[in-house]
C-alpha cells in the first residue's frame, strides 16, 4: 500500500542541523509536488518548504526561508528536508507530504499522500 515514512528527526542544539528523509513506497514520487509540513499546538499543519508539480516552482515559509532547503531524489523515490540554523521554534512534529495537484504549500492543497510525523526538538 501507498506509504510515506518520514525519519532523520531526534534532538538538537540551537544552531544545529538536521536532515529530514521521507521515503515513498507503493508510489511514485517524481510526478507529484511534494512538500513539508509542522504542527505546533494551537494551529493546523504549516507549510514549511514545498516544490510544485513539475519542479515548476519551489516555496518556502518566511520563518525557514535561507535556513531550510526542501530536495527530492526520484531515483530513491525519497525526499529531504535540510534544516540548518534551528531554533528552539523550530521545534515541532514534521510530516512530509505529496498530492497530484498540489500548487500552492497549504495543507488543504495537499490531500493524496501524508507521512505520520516525526519529531524534532531543537534544545540546549
Known amino acids: 500500500q501507498a506509504q510515506l515514512v518520514e525519519s532523520g528527526g531526534g534532538l538538537v542544539q540551537p544552531g544545529g542541523s538536521l536532515r529530514l528523509s521521507c521515503e515513498a513506497s507503493g508510489f511514485t514520487l517524481d510526478s507529484l509536488a511534494i512538500g513539508w509540513f509542522r504542527q505546533v499546538p494551537g494551529r493546523e499543519h504549516e507549510g514549511i518548504a514545498c516544490i510544485f508539480k513539475g519542479d515548476h516552482g519551489t516555496y518556502y515559509a518566511p520563518a525557514v526561508k535561507g535556513r531550510f532547503t526542501i530536495s527530492r531524489d526520484n531515483a530513491k523515490n525519497a525526499m529531504y528536508l535540510e534544516m540548518d540554523n534551528l531554533r528552539p521554534e523550530d521545534a515541532s512534529v514534521y510530516y512530509c507530504?505529496?498530492?497530484?495537484?498540489?500548487?500552492?504549500?497549504?495543507?488543504?492543497?495537499?490531500?493524496?499522500?501524508w507521512g505520520r510525523g516525526i519529531q524534532v526538538t531543537v534544545s540546549s
Open positions: 507530504a505529496a498530492d497530484q495537484f498540489g500548487s500552492s504549500c497549504g495543507r488543504r492543497l495537499f490531500h493524496d499522500y
